[in-house]
T-cell receptor, first 113, second 112 residues
Framework: ETGVTQSPTHLIKTRGQQVTLRCSSQ?????VSWYQQALGQGPQFIFQYYREEENGRGNFPPRFSGLQFPNYSSELNVNALELDDSALYLC????????????FGNGTRLTVT | QKEVEQDPGPLSVPEGAIVSLNCTYS??????FMWYRQYSRKGPELLMY????GNKEDGRFTAQVDKSSKYISLFIRDSQPSDSATYLCAMSDSTSYGKLTFGQGTILTVHP
């Protein structure tokens, strides 16, 4: 059984640029959620995708957007990067969109300079 | 005030000790409670998943939920150096799909 994989593992961007992060869900999982984890903090919910549609969103501005593809892989896009966007971005997949346990990937470490 | 409060520690214990990790929360709608372990430079790994109040045991780990007090705990028996990690509590209600609310995490070190 393949777990959740994310790419790239590390990324450095300049303020104002745009970034795309990628995630492959665990086999059999049709729901993906994205989280932002600042250093020394717990992860914060960005949004969830189910059947290619956004199914819930946390307190993040519209410049954070996502996509889910028919094979359940997903992308997180962040426009107009700010210094505070520097964080570990975690993707998690689950069996369904309700309260099935989330299984996380190892994240993408984004640094904005 | 944060919805979920977790003592960040750090917590340092000798090998073989019993470890107690705790979280308090303010949202009475939370019904699903989880504990995750996160090693350095890794993603969170699910340890325990419980619904509503009660106890759940899995090997050396025991999770307790007291909804009346809005308090959850994770106990680790016979702690090992490999248990050294950050432990995150997380919880959700039945309507916020996919949204877990996490505590800040407790850094645990088990020394030989």
């Amino acid at each position: 059984e393949t777990g959740v994989t994310q790419s790239p593992t590390h990324l450095i961007k300049t303020r104002g640029q745009q970034v795309t992060l990628r995630c492959s869900s665990q086999s059999g999982h049709n729901t993906v959620s994205w989280y932002q984890q600042a250093l020394g903090q717990g992860p914060q919910f960005i949004f969830q995708y189910y059947r290619e549609e956004e199914n819930g969103r946390g307190n993040f501005p519209p410049r954070f957007s996502g996509l889910q593809f028919p094979n359940y892989s997903s992308e997180l896009n962040v426009n107009a990067l700010e210094l505070d966007d520097s964080a570990l971005y975690l993707c998690a997949s689950s069996l369904d969109r309700y309260n099935s346990p989330l299984h996380f990937g190892n994240g993408t470490r984004l640094t904005v300079t | 005030q944060k919805e979920v409060e977790q003592d960040p520690g750090p917590l340092s214990v000798p090998e073989g000790a019993i470890v107690s990790l705790n979280c308090t929360y303010s949202n009475s709608a939370f019904q699903y409670f989880m504990w995750y372990r996160q090693y350095s430079r890794k993603g969170p790994e699910l340890l325990m998943y419980t619904y509503s109040s009660g106890n759940k045991e899995d090997g050396r780990f025991t999770a307790q939920v007291d909804k009346s007090s809005k308090y959850i705990s994770l106990f680790i028996r016979d702690s090992q150096p490999s248990d050294s990690a950050t432990y995150l509590c997380a919880m959700s209600d039945s309507t916020s799909y996919g949204k877990l609310t996490f505590g800040q995490g407790t850094i645990l070190t088990v020394h030989p």
